[in-house]
């Protein structure tokens, strides 16, 4: 999820309630600020090597579900899914990609992200 993070871009504007600064950029009171929020999956200052997939991660503060009063009420459903669908690929012979990583076609629209085919052979 925090590595190929469903949604591809923005959510919906925020708006500051008091004056803050955001990277380095002063937003004032009533600004509207657009998140990215698949940007803070990858923050260096937030996770080790973020560019890497390591499904042995400690500690894994995504964004992907949401936060705070925007967060997701799915994610106990969405963790079994996955668990479930790869536990059912992995029992048995080993799924290897049947095209180059750098293949694979992804599809990015302004809310979802997603790799739009997945070809494997056993």
Same mark, same amino acid.
Request: aromatic letters at 8%; one cysteine or more.
């Given at each position: *999820?925090?590595?190929?993070? #469903?949604?591809?871009?923005?959510? #919906?504007?925020?708006?500051?309630?008091?004056?803050?600064?955001?990277?380095?950029?002063?937003?004032?009171?009533?600004?509207?600020?657009?998140?990215? @929020?698949?940007?803070?999956?990858?923050?260096?200052?937030?996770?080790?090597?973020p560019d890497r997939l390591?499904?042995?991660?400690?500690?894994?503060?995504? @964004?992907? #579900?949401?936060?705070?009063?925007h967060h997701c009420m799915?994610?106990?459903?969405?963790? *079994?899914?996955?668990?479930?669908?790869?536990?059912?690929?992995?029992d048995g012979p080993e799924?290897?990609?049947?095209?180059?990583?750098?293949?694979?076609?992804?599809?990015?629209?302004?809310?979802?992200?997603?790799?739009?085919?997945?070809?494997?052979?056993?």
């Amino acid at each position: *999820m925090r590595y190929a993070p #469903f949604r591809s871009h923005v959510t #919906f504007a925020r708006y500051a309630t008091e004056d803050v600064e955001v990277g380095g950029t002063l937003v004032r009171a009533g600004e509207q600020v657009l998140p990215a @929020l698949p940007a803070g999956n990858r923050d260096p200052a937030r996770f080790t090597a973020p560019d890497r997939l390591d499904f042995h991660r400690e500690g894994n503060p995504h @964004l992907s #579900f949401g936060h705070g009063q925007h967060h997701c009420m799915g994610p106990p459903l969405v963790r *079994m899914l996955v668990r479930v669908a790869v536990a059912t690929l992995l029992d048995g012979p080993e799924p290897k990609l049947a095209v180059a990583e750098r293949e694979l076609p992804w599809r990015a629209d302004l809310i979802i992200r997603r790799v739009e085919s997945l070809p494997v052979t056993w």
